[in-house]
């Protein structure tokens, strides 16, 4: 198995006047489990199309399992998932969605028990005779990813799978997914909710408007996050603001946060983290007591928002 | 790094279209619609041939509707004839004309492209799904009409369009022959339905395509146009059945029929599966394109039209409407001779033989102010033909309903004696008078009609 299961330089796609992705590089380890993220539109699912081998890159290389991809569907042996949605047929069950798939792509193992290891696998043995038609999001997009395991894959190309989920349906897919990278399986998958991929992510890729703006361990990403804004709420607003106003390198937001109850006394300041804990100490020297501090998003989030543009925006909103 | 790991990375080839033919048939079989539509195929026409030959008002408009009572095989026929107007097409609707818009309506082309991975076999498991549909439905068809009529009333000689008497083992041969020929023109629809799926998607027109082509081509089946137009029409395939229903068969329209229908189905199988292997599939919103389909659907198969009906104009030199008054003459003489040989024998009166009668017809249509020629329910045509043994000659009177494919109705105007009443009294008890009112059609293209001997 090559060391790098995918490689991606430069690939351009547009649709029309809309550019998807604009010179994207990527690159993912065999047995590794890497996220993008990134806000709608950034070009994730595009991006994920390209490694099924839905469609072609304009421009720019992408090897998929040592593989050059060429042509629109000629891709390297052993790549599944789905893109937008999981793709069941409604009117089959559970089971007949699997072993119908298994026995069009031939060579994987369709039989009852093969079939039924894979719905316990992902939770779904209960319903397994059940038409796909009366299943809930997060039950289909379970079905989604055992279908994709049918082959038994070594690349791992899975568009949001984590998406309508419940929090047990989470866990449970987040085990199966890592128990496949254990033995050696490369994921690719996307999200636009970094917890999600913060608890599963060996490395990020964020995305924003078709650019990779980070690529790394998600670790290296929370340094990203640049100033955070904080919320302070203490006994005395007014007095709080003054020490804040002349805590050096620290700014006192004016306006409304969303997320906020109104006139609960908080107050909003956004520096960086030496800043923050100055202003602790002033606090507290001037006899007032901080009963609430802490970031107002985490910080991976904070730094999703400095990538991607977000948090200008909502600045500029205001 | 394992032994496998390191071996060189294998291409993904193409599911082989023998595993998508099964995977669409298997999706086709869940569908609970097209279970339904299979129900009614293998019930509706055994039970309307069982309900109906019992009755005393039979449905005298449709070709055999007259004869139900008396032969199991005239039901058989009579659903033939309904099967053509709109219903064959109506089923290709479901088979055809979803097969690829289903998967728009799931969202689940992405899935399917990464499972099969290639666009053109996915074409060809899915135009042979459909067919597979067809020839099941039709088939149900065919069989529970047949049995319907067969237990009800069971089979018994029936005249042919040209009135010659058809045995029981005849019957079989070209009721079956007949159904055969209903294949091509379904064919035809299917593949327009096949076109509509892929060219419009989701849209329900795209759905709806072979009915509302049926319509259309119904249409100007009812408007006065040229024969060869008429004939080069896939629409006009769903009537060769009756060139098998005289004696000598007149194959000729029939043959035209099989080759304007299989024309159309390789031509708008093939523009649709152009324009499917073109289809961005990675655009969700694809839902079609109107303009697409008129340039690269539509635009051709009209091309065809004017191409096959140029064609049947040379080939066959028709000209004008194809009915006029000497092919009405000889094949209302032909028809009545079988048919008064008939009414001899069921009156267990000497045996005559059409040669005997030298039946003769005079046709006019309207009067002297109006051209004997085209269709028309103000024909009047007299038969005049020569009693065996006596020096007399008998005449008859008929009104003549002739339709514009060629299909007349003959209603007998007296003597009462021969075609006047309904029923005739025969020694074994009352039977319908077979000079009373036939059904006959005359070739509309205008080669020297063959039925006459
Ligand atoms: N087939 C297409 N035709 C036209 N534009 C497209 C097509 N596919 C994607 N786009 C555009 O490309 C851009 C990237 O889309 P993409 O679906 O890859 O984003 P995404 O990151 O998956 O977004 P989301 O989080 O909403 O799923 C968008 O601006 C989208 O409008
Ligand atoms: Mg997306």
């Known amino acids: ?318 | 790094m394992s032994v496998a790991a390191a071996t060189a990375p294998t291409r993904t080839t193409a599911v082989p279209v023998l595993r998508g033919y099964r995977f669409e048939l298997v999706k086709l079989a869940a569908q609970w619609r097209l279970r339904l539509v299979l129900l009614a195929c293998l019930l509706a026409p055994a039970v309307y041939t069982g309900v109906v030959s019992r009755q005393t008002s039979l449905p005298a408009d449709a070709v055999y509707g007259r004869w139900m009572g008396q032969s199991g095989w005239a039901g058989s026929l009579v659903i033939l004839v309904f099967m053509g107007t709109l219903v064959l097409p109506l089923l290709t609707c479901v088979v055809a004309g979803d097969i690829f818009a289903v998967e728009d309506r799931l969202g689940t082309w992405r899935h399917l492209l990464v499972a099969v991975r290639s666009s053109r076999r996915i074409f060809l498991a899915k135009a042979l799904a459909a067919l597979t549909v067809t020839l099941v439905l039709l088939g149900a068809l065919v069989g529970s009409s047949i049995v319907g009529g067969l237990v009800s009333i069971g089979s018994h000689p029936l005249p042919g369009l040209d009135g010659h008497a058809m045995g029981s083992a005849e019957l079989c041969r070209t009721v079956l022959l007949a159904w055969l020929t209903a294949l091509p023109p379904t064919l035809a629809f299917s593949a327009v339905g096949l076109l509509g799926s892929v060219a419009l998607g989701r849209s329900p027109l795209g759905l709806l395509m072979p009915v509302v082509l049926a319509l259309v081509l119904e249409g100007v089946q009812l408007m006065p146009v040229p024969a060869a137009l008429r004939v080069a029409l896939p629409m006009n395939a769903f009537l060769g059945y009756r060139g098998l229903l005289t004696s000598p068969t007149q194959l000729e329209t029939l043959w035209i029929g099989v080759g304007v229908s299989l024309s159309w189905a390789a031509l708008a199988t093939y523009l649709a599966y152009r324009l499917f292997v073109r289809r961005d599939f990675t655009d969700l919103a694809y839902d079609g394109s109107g303009r697409r389909f008129l340039v690269a659907g539509l635009a051709p198969l009209a091309g065809l039209v004017v191409l096959t009906t140029f064609s049947v104009a040379v080939a066959t030199g028709a000209t004008g409407s194809g009915v006029d008054r000497a092919k009405l003459e000889t094949a209302l003489a032909t028809s009545f001779s079988h048919l008064y040989v008939l009414q001899t024998d069921e009156l267990h009166r000497p045996a005559v033989t059409k040669e005997q009668l030298q039946t003769s017809a005079r046709c006019d249509k309207g009067g002297d102010r109006v051209d004997d020629t085209g269709p028309g329910a103000d024909w009047r045509c007299v038969v005049t033909w020569t009693l065996p043994g006596a020096s007399a000659t008998g005449t008859a009177i008929y009104q003549l309903d002739v339709a514009a494919d060629g299909r007349y109705v003959a209603d007998g105007d007296g003597p009462k004696a021969v075609n006047g009443y309904f029923p005739i009294h025969t020694p074994t008890g009352d039977a319908p008078n077979p000079l009373w009112q036939f059904d006959g059609f005359v070739d509309l293209l205008d080669t020297p009609p063959r039925g006459t001997r």
């Open chain 1, 1 to 318: 198995m090559p060391s790098t299961a995918v490689r991606a330089r430069g690939l351009t796609k547009r649709f029309g006047d809309v550019v998807a992705l604009d010179g994207v590089d990527l690159d993912v380890s065999s047995g590794q489990i890497h996220g993008l993220v990134g806000p709608n539109g950034a070009g994730k699912t595009t991006l994920l199309g390209l490694l099924l081998g839905l469609a072609v890159a304009d421009h720019g290389q992408l090897e998929v399992l040592g593989a050059p991809a060429g042509e629109s569907l000629a891709l390297a042996g052993g790549v599944a998932g789905f893109v937008d949605g999981p793709g069941l047929y409604p009117s089959l069950t559970a089971r007949q969605n699997l072993s119908a798939l298994a026995s069009l792509r031939g060579r994987v193992d369709g039989s009852r028990d093969a079939v039924d290891e894979l719905l316990g696998r992902v939770g779904l043995r209960d319903v397994a005779d059940d038409p796909v038609r009366g299943f809930s999001l997060g039950m289909r997009q379970r079905l989604g990813l055992a279908a994709a395991l049918l082959g038994e894959p070594r690349l791992l190309v899975l568009d949001e799978p984590a998406n309508g989920l419940d929090p047990a349906g989470k866990r449970q897919v987040h085990r199966v997914l890592t128990e496949l990278a254990d033995s050696g399986v490369t994921i690719i998958l996307s999200s636009h909710r970094m917890d999600d991929l913060t608890a599963l992510c060996d490395e990020v890729s964020l995305l924003s408007v078709g650019r990779v703006v980070f690529s790394g361990p998600v670790q290296k990403l929370a340094a990203e996050s640049g100033e955070l804004d904080h919320r302070l709420v203490t006994s005395d607003p007014a007095g709080a603001r003054s020490v804040a106003e002349r805590t050096p390198g620290l700014r006192v937001l004016t306006g409304r946060r969303s997320g906020s109850p109104a006139d609960d006394g908080s107050l909003f300041v956004r520096g960086p983290q030496a800043s923050v804990e100055d202003l602790v100490v002033r606090l507290v020297g001037a006899g007032l007591v901080p009963r609430e501090l802490g970031p107002v998003v985490s910080q991976l989030e904070a730094a999703f928002l400095a990538l991607t543009g977000a948090a200008d925006e909502e600045e500029d909103a205001r």
